[in-house]
């Protein structure tokens, strides 16, 4: 009997290699100047989300990565962010987080989402563009100048 597989996502520890890898090709993945992420024997090489509350999902293909964190922002924000998002699938990126935001929410009911999109860091004139689709609003800026996008249950 065939197994059907109606969902995008799978949930992963962070820490996965797959995981990794994917992020690794992220904008916001900070790279060490001792180059740690790449060190054989370093190990937290593959640890991509940060402390707190977490929950990170891949696609079954392994060609897209999810990251939700709850934590102390200092930037102030409230709720549960998006801190990573990468989509390398044919799969439109406002399902895989329309999807994901269902994830969130079955862990944190009711909680606000919310992410920052670095407008000069990627190749969409409209910044955000593809939360926007699955219904995100724009609610500020950082001073950095980051855009801040959230979305309400």
Request: hydrophobic fraction near 35%; proline fraction near 3%.
């Amino acid at each position: 009997m065939d197994t059907i597989v109606d969902t995008y996502w799978l949930p992963i520890k962070d820490g996965d290699e797959r995981a990794a890898a994917i992020y690794r090709r992220h904008y916001s993945c900070y790279q060490y100047k001792d180059n740690r992420r790449n060190r054989y024997g370093y190990r937290s090489r593959f640890l991509i989300v940060g402390p707190g509350e977490k929950m990170l999902l891949m696609t079954v293909n392994c060609d897209a990565l999810f990251a939700w964190r709850k934590f102390i922002d200092d930037s102030g924000q409230q709720g549960v962010n998006c801190s990573v998002f990468r989509n390398e699938s044919d799969t439109l990126s406002s399902l895989l987080i329309l999807e994901a935001e269902q994830h969130a929410w079955a862990r944190w009911p009711g909680a606000r989402l919310y992410t920052y999109v670095k407008p000069d860091a990627i190749r969409s004139s409209n910044p955000g563009y593809c939360y926007k689709m699955a219904g995100w609003s724009e609610c500020g800026r950082t001073k950095g100048g980051l855009v801040i996008l959230e979305k309400l249950a």
